[in-house]
């Protein structure tokens, strides 16, 4: 049975963050990748490998050349850990909303 590594570890590093932001954008190779950094290839070749292990990233051969791209169902389960969160936060600054707006009409 092989492990999959934690999708959390691999998005708390701010490296990881910035290929998933650079690929969401549209498909890119290692190269197009490595571009936007100042660490060498194989550094962020294991970057990479860490993301389409997580399978927050998936790969596309095209040609003799490989693809990264953002896959959608793997970061359902961020997306899915953060959402209580979310409506929490909503429906706390609608709350701070209305009091503001009540406090606005009896100051007028």
């Not at 498909?27 to 292990?53: C, G, V």
């Not at 040609?63 to 429906?91: C, S, T, V």
Request: charged share 25%; glycine share 2%; net charge neutral.
């Amino acid at each position: 049975m092989k492990l999959r590594r934690d999708v959390f570890q691999a998005i708390a590093d701010p490296t990881r963050r910035t290929i998933i932001t650079l690929v969401a954008a549209s498909a890119m190779t290692p190269s197009a990748i490595a571009e936007n950094f100042d660490y060498s290839r194989q550094t962020i070749s294991k970057h990479i490998q860490i993301l389409t292990e997580c399978e927050i990233l998936e790969q596309e051969q095209k040609g003799r050349e490989i693809y990264y791209q953002l896959n959608p169902n793997g970061m359902k389960q961020i997306a899915d850990f953060i959402e209580p969160f979310r409506k929490l936060w909503d429906d706390r600054f609608n709350s701070l909303e209305a009091i503001m707006k009540q406090h606005q009409s009896n100051n007028t």
